[in-house]
């Protein structure tokens, strides 16, 4: 249908109508329903709730008419083409749409431009109306955000400016209210369903995620719906070559905007003074509206976000991920977690005209002439989290993958960033930093080991280079190098090292027992990765002893830091990489490595799992330990002889000695020495010629400082 | 036991935070177990064992330039083509057996013997003028030379 001739009087009359009805079957349907319901009436009140339901659209589609007609008759160019009074405008469909959406936007303008506050405020109330109502109209929220884009990015420095006013003593902790915030919240609503549905144009992104505010901008993240909410990827174009997305640009931007010193926070004015009271307030208040934080917990809640702005290293990005690697690490020469310093008032301004704080980063010194100076300390879980989900894209073996390259490229960065946690520079994380790193360690153990002896810089490796997925070498040798001190950062939590040598150890079984049964998949060299993890453990092993522990204690001796060790390996069985109990496949990588690299991951390895551990406590003082998970490898890979030998074994034993049990080794003190009997009868022969591991990898494992192993066999 | 803990307080005190860096008995052994790779791989390539001169050539030639790390035939490492060497030789190498053993088997013993293996390098060349030429282009790693 085209423009139709409406009364603009009439058509605003009906509109208010209309949006009475809405209000009032918005009040009373859902009491009537309820009443009639516990009443069991029969009346059929589906009615009712379509009258509902309906009400909201056709009232903002009378009022966008209501609107439209307004703007076509104080538009001068139709002052002469008026007939009868009438405005032509579009009656429905996507016509009217489009035309209420750019009218909306341009509403935004005028309202964001208007020096009359109460005016402003009248006319956001309006829009906000209106978005609400087309809340799930995609195609009205695209047409809206395409023409409004600009002026919503900058809408949260607008609100600030129209409601907390500096001047009054009683604001100077106010930077938005909480009715600014509801409308940042409805604007920010309605961009990310635009944004997730695909609507949103390549410009309007970039007036988002480009905007000269930046500070304004990202507060449509903090007070939008979660990460998980906005879209995954964008349109490519030229300012956005690999389609990133709207997260991951503005996080890019945010990034390098504080690193520049370019962004401020609306905050106080006037002459006003923060005194030493305030300082807390005024500490809490600022790192809440800090935009990088912001950013990063987005990120982490929509992974993808997070996978590109670490792993993506297009210069036209900026390639943020090494540099913000380190400072999330506390690898810099400034405070430990300290991002960021909020300085008062512009250069040498004395605090004589605050009004906001500028973003100052870490390692830059700060004029002493300026006003107050308040130190940015980023939460470690919500930077521990950023990093986690950095790395947590599935591995892949498909070249066009680009999430999973991403996700190499965050691995790097995160290893090559982190600090030693003993010796020179060294600084312990906090655990939940920590829990990035060993979450990191067990997504790319394979890399990780066949990267020993890497005297290059760290490295990604395309699919079928190293491993038919993609894949990492990390920077293995040299004084200092990346591997070491990752690991080094690792093993000062016992927690972590524990189930980081555990996951090391029931991954080589695996790769084992599929070599000797033939079923290792193509792509893989065994030499490389078995040979690597061996060396692996010795510098697993070197990294303990580097922090005071030592693996291969004798248990005779009662080293009780060596059993919380393994009681904390006790409880954090999930992490070894082939224990299933992760429910969202997506959020365990590990798994789906090992299922694309052929090992399986159907099995239950609790059992495996606590027979490792079990063992490695027993077997400890001989130095076996090892062999446990190999030879349950080999169980669960069905290895002709293995099991039979195993059942006959264990068949004529009293109960309390069978050490198998369904097909898993489960040993305790009582059946230990049965299961050493059979072990040391079958290590010799072949085809698995168990024993010959200390000979085969011995040498390896020792080539990498396993110092602990006291020039015999590994501790493992 | 007593010796176990012994090493473990040397790692310790070399006062650094690395394990492997150079300078020590132990860092010279393990700098020649780091680099033996590539000099068995320079053997492979110059004798084509194992298919290496036509594999290493094609994955080397599909890299950025500043990655490449065979140039005319011959291995040259540079800290920003190393890496993806050595996951080319971790990926392909390792494995291939020559005269019984494993290309990794064979550099385990070449860099516990301080010499190549006749058998897949011959007797034409020597470790030392193999990782000069080999790191010719790495200066970090010709600071010094672990092969006598």
């Given at each position: ?8 009087d009439q058509?605003?009359?009906a509109?208010t ?10 009040a ?47 538009n ?5 083409g ?11 469909g ?29 006319q ?32 949260a ?25 509801q409308?940042?919240?409805t ?20 007036a ?44 890019d931007?945010?990034?390098?905007d504080?690193?520049?010193g ?25 790192s ?9 917990k987005?990120d982490?809640?929509?992974k993808?976000a ?16 090494p540099?913000?690697?380190k ?40 004029d002493?002439?300026t006003g107050a ?12 989290a ?13 070249p066009n ?6 996700a ?9 960033g982190?600090?030693p ?16 790193l060993?979450?990191t ?69 695996n ?18 990765a ?5 060396g ?26 060596y ?49 490792q ?9 001989e130095?076996?330990?090892l062999h446990?998970?190999m ?14 030998s ?23 003190k ?22 010959d591991?200390?000979?085969l990898?011995?040498?390896a ?16 | ?22 300078g ?22 110059n ?15 599909q ?12 291995i ?13 030789y ?11 053993k ?15 293996p ?10 030392s ?20």
């Amino acid at each position: 249908m085209g423009d139709v001739g409406v009364d603009p009087d009439q058509v605003a009359k009906a509109a208010t109508a209309l949006e009475q009805l809405r209000d009032a079957l918005a009040a009373n349907v859902p009491t009537i329903v309820n009443t009639m319901s516990s009443y069991a009436a029969g009346v059929n009140t589906a009615v009712l709730k379509q009258a509902q339901a309906r009400s909201v659209g056709d009232a903002a589609d009378m009022r966008a008419r209501s609107n439209l007609a307004l703007a076509w008759m104080s538009n001068p160019e139709n002052i002469d083409g008026t007939y009868g009074g009438l405005a032509f405008v579009p009656w429905s469909g996507q016509a009217l749409d489009n035309a209420d959406a750019k009218f909306e936007a341009q509403a935004l303008a005028l309202a964001e431009s208007s020096s009359d506050p109460t005016i402003a405020a009248q006319q956001l109330q309006g829009i906000e109306q209106d978005l609400k109502d087309h809340m799930s109209d995609s195609a009205w929220l695209g047409a809206f955000y395409s023409n409004a884009a600009p002026y919503v990015a900058k809408l949260a420095t607008t609100l600030h400016n129209l409601d907390a006013n500096g001047q009054q003593y009683n604001n100077r902790f106010t930077v938005l209210t909480q009715s600014d915030q509801q409308v940042l919240a409805t604007f920010a609503k309605g961009l990310a369903a635009a944004d997730k549905s695909g609507t949103l144009t390549p410009e309007a992104v970039q007036a988002i995620a480009n905007a000269p505010d930046i500070w304004s901008a990202a507060m449509l993240i903090k007070f939008g719906p979660p990460g998980s909410a906005w879209a995954t990827s964008e349109q490519k174009g030229p300012q956005n070559p690999d389609g990133l997305s709207l997260l991951a640009v503005l996080t890019d931007n945010v990034y390098k905007d504080e690193q520049t010193g370019k962004i401020k926070i609306p905050l106080g004015g006037g002459y006003n003074r923060y005194t030493a009271d305030d300082q807390q307030q005024l500490q809490g208040t600022l790192s809440n509206y800090d935009p990088l934080t912001v950013m990063l917990k987005a990120d982490s809640q929509n992974k993808n976000a997070a996978w590109q702005v670490m792993g993506d290293d297009n210069p036209i990005y900026g390639n943020p991920g090494p540099s913000l690697a380190k400072l999330l690490l506390w690898n810099t020469k400034d405070l430990p977690s300290l991002t960021a310093r909020f300085v008062q008032g512009g250069p040498n301004d004395k605090g004589q005209y605050p009004g906001y704080f500028t973003i100052s980063p870490a390692e830059k010194s700060v004029d002493e002439a300026t006003g107050a100076i308040v130190l940015n300390f980023m939460d470690p879980s919500i930077a521990g989290a950023f990093l986690d989900a950095s790395t947590s894209a599935p591995r892949s073996i498909d070249p066009n993958d680009l999430n999973a390259k991403y996700a190499a490229q965050a691995a790097i960065n995160i290893i090559d960033g982190t600090p030693p946690a003993s010796g020179d520079g060294s600084v312990k994380l906090d655990p939940a930093l920590q829990q990035a790193l060993t979450d990191t360690a067990q997504r790319y153990l394979v890399d990780l080991a066949m990267s020993v002896n890497n005297q290059g810089d760290s490295t990604v490796l395309k699919p079928g280079t190293q491993l038919p997925a993609w894949a990492i070498n990390v920077n293995g040798q040299g004084s200092p190098n990346s591997l070491s001190d990752f690991l080094n950062q690792i093993a000062s939590n016992k927690d972590d090292l524990a189930s980081l040598d555990a996951a090391a150890k029931v991954t080589f079984g695996n790769i084992y027992a599929q070599d000797k049964l033939g079923v290792l998949p193509p792509g893989i060299s065994k030499t490389g990765a078995d040979m690597g993890l061996a060396g692996l453990l010795g510098r697993i092993d070197t990294a303990a002893n580097q922090n005071g522990i030592d693996l291969a204690k004798d248990l005779d001796e009662q080293h009780e830091e060596y059993n919380k060790m393994l009681e904390f390996a006790e409880s954090t069985v999930k992490f070894v990489p082939v224990v299933g109990e992760a429910a969202d496949e997506y959020l365990d990588p590990t798994k789906a490595m090992l299922g694309l690299l052929g090992v399986s991951t159907e099995f239950s390895t609790d059992n495996a799992s606590t027979a490792q551990t079990v063992a490695a406590q027993q077997f400890a003082e001989e130095s076996t330990q090892l062999h446990v998970p190999m030879v349950q490898s080999l169980l669960n890979f069905n290895a002709p002889g293995i099991l039979a030998s195993a059942q006959q074994a264990n068949a004529g034993l009293p109960p309390d000695q069978q050490w198998l049990q369904n097909g898993q080794i489960v040993l305790t003190k009582a059946n230990m020495g049965q299961f050493n009997g059979w072990y040391e009868g079958i290590a010799g022969e072949p085809p698995y010629k168990l024993e010959d591991l200390n000979t085969l990898y011995g040498d390896a494992y020792r080539a990498q400082g396993g110092a602990a192993s006291n020039g015999a066999q590994g501790p493992w | 036991m007593a010796a176990g803990l012994l090493l473990g307080i040397a790692a310790c005190s070399s006062g650094s935070t690395s394990s492997t860096g150079s300078g020590t008995g132990q860092s010279t052994a393990s700098a020649r177990n780091a680099a033996a790779p590539a000099l068995l791989a320079q053997c492979a390539i110059n004798a084509d064992l194992a298919g290496a001169a036509g594999s290493a050539a094609k994955a080397s030639d599909q890299l950025p330039t500043s990655q490449q790390w065979l140039h005319s035939g011959k291995i040259q490492l540079t800290a920003a083509s190393a890496g993806q060497f050595t996951g080319w030789y971790e990926g392909h190498l390792a494995a291939a057996t020559v005269h019984g053993k494993s290309f990794d088997q064979w550099a385990q013993a070449a860099a516990s013997s301080d010499k190549l293996p006749t058998a897949v390098c011959g007797t034409s060349t020597t470790a030392s003028a193999l990782y000069a030429q080999v790191y010719a282009h790495y200066p970090k790693m010709m600071k010094s030379n672990p092969w006598s």
